[in-house]
């Protein structure tokens, strides 16, 4: 069958009855290797002449069915799945600007990103320029001979901005740079970065793809859309690879980059995922459309009401009419907005503390994407690594609060930060 509905293809993709069981579920391969038929089988799938398992580090039957389902939910040619979000970044960055290249990214993301791109990056000599991303001049205006990559999230965390991707990706292709969109936020119901000139989507698994807040996992995807034969950016894709028999990516096609990402990225770092996680990971694919629909219905009412309260400065949130990226927001993302966005209160930092700390449903977490809400002070925690000049750009204050709003019934979440205000 072809042209299946998300729904489908998130319930079935990549799966087929195993013959042996008849298993429904997907099984639960708790495996590290497997058996060989013979020396010759063996010697075959190393040299990539075949297909098939080697070992876990490199691929596992049930991360496997987990990269096939969303490879085929984001429209791409193959994805890796990874141990965590940072792990697929980091992953992802060394395979396309290692050794001396550079990257322009977007600086409203994710705090800890920030301080992983600045600090840690340049230790493996990549340097990275953070631009703003509301206006897609910026990453031209930075672009150099070195530049290997433009990142930018689809929906940034924790602003919920949403960038002119259409824009980026244009400029990107212009001079020969591949976009890797991060779609954690989004998640690819709600957004297809492919679709608008992506190149390559990277998740933080961990979020609203399993949806629980009970793993850490990562996934890189890969479009096959890059032209990467006889792009002199990248000199490394075009020539032989010494690691490998002597394999030169481009040669493969579109599946160049997650081929070059698995077999030797993968394979020398080892940043694989359990396939328990994988396997929980499948699980969340199944509800995401379901779950991703009532997270985008709550938190609209939730900051539709935050923001008519007299107690509230400001909500940042691209699904209020409000925003300065709703129009974006609605053309990229029409079936909804997701559930993570910012306020800050009158009264600032001491008004949040005490906001905060008398939820009684909500917890205070760093995390986001889970099915239940959450809350957390940005300066404080995710975004704690910034110096004082970097928060001032981004625009998180001392009294900025971040929320991701859950699947609980939302008269319960608003009752709730209604009490909590009424002893600001």
């Known amino acids: ?75 791409g040619v193959g994805a890796l799945a990874t141990s965590s979000g940072h792990a697929a970044m980091v992953m992802t960055f060394l395979a396309l600007a290692g050794n001396g290249g550079e ?18 990056l340049s230790l493996m000599g990549i340097k990275v320029h953070f631009v703003d991303s509301d206006h897609p001049e910026e990453f031209e205006k930075a672009t150099n001979e070195k530049t290997r990559a433009y990142f930018l999230e689809t929906m940034g965390n924790p602003f919920s901005d949403v960038p002119d991707i259409e824009a980026i990706a244009a400029i990107a292709h212009k001079h020969g740079i591949p976009l890797i969109a991060d779609n954690t936020v989004a998640t690819p119901y709600l957004m297809q970065p492919f679709t608008l000139g992506a190149d390559i989507v990277v998740h933080s698994v961990s979020k609203y793809i399993a949806g629980n807040g009970d793993i850490i996992m990562g996934v890189v995807i890969d479009s096959g ?35 070059k990402l698995r077999t030797h990225l993968m394979r020398d770092i080892g940043t694989c995922p359990s396939p328990f996680n994988s396997w929980l990971g499948l699980l969340g694919l199944e509800t995401l459309s379901l779950r991703m629909e009532r997270h985008s219905q709550n938190a609209l009412r939730v900051a539709e009401f935050l923001e008519a309260h007299d107690k509230v400065e400001s909500v940042s949130y691209c699904g209020l009419k409000s925003s300065p990226n709703y129009a974006l927001a609605k053309k990229y993302a029409p079936k909804g907005q ?18 905060c700390d008398c939820l009684k449903l909500i917890p205070i977490v760093t995390n986001i ?21 970097q928060l001032r750009e981004i625009g998180i ?25 009424s002893r600001v």
């Open 225 to 259: 859309k890059f032209a990467w034969k006889n792009n002199p950016r990248f000199s490394d894709f075009n020539t032989p690879d010494d690691s490998y028999h002597g394999i030169v990516y481009a040669d493969i096609g579109e599946a160049a980059f997650i081929t």
């Open 103 to 120: 990257i322009v990214s977007s600086r409203s993301i994710y705090g800890g990103a920030v301080n992983m791109m600045k600090n840690t």
């Open 1 to 75: 069958m072809k042209n299946l509905g998300f729904d489908t293809i998130a319930t079935h993709g990549g799966y087929e009855i195993d013959p042996t069981t008849r298993s429904i579920q997907v099984p639960l391969y708790m495996t590290s290797a497997y058996s060989f038929e013979n020396t010759e089988a063996a010697r075959s799938l190393f040299a990539l002449e075949s297909a098939g398992n080697i070992y876990s580090r490199i691929g596992n039957p049930t991360t496997d069915v987990f990269e096939k389902r969303i490879t085929q939910l984001e429209g």
């Open 397 to 421: 204050t001392a009294g900025t609060i971040r929320i991701s709003v859950g699947i609980e019934s939302i008269e319960d979440i608003i009752a709730d930060i209604e009490q909590a205000l």
């Open 369 to 389: 994407g889970d099915s239940r809400t959450l809350v957390n002070c940005p300066a404080a925690t995710t975004h704690s690594q910034l110096s004082p000049e």
């Open 338 to 355: 997701s559930s993570m966005f910012t306020f800050d209160l009158k009264g600032g930092k001491d008004a949040g503390t005490i906001f």
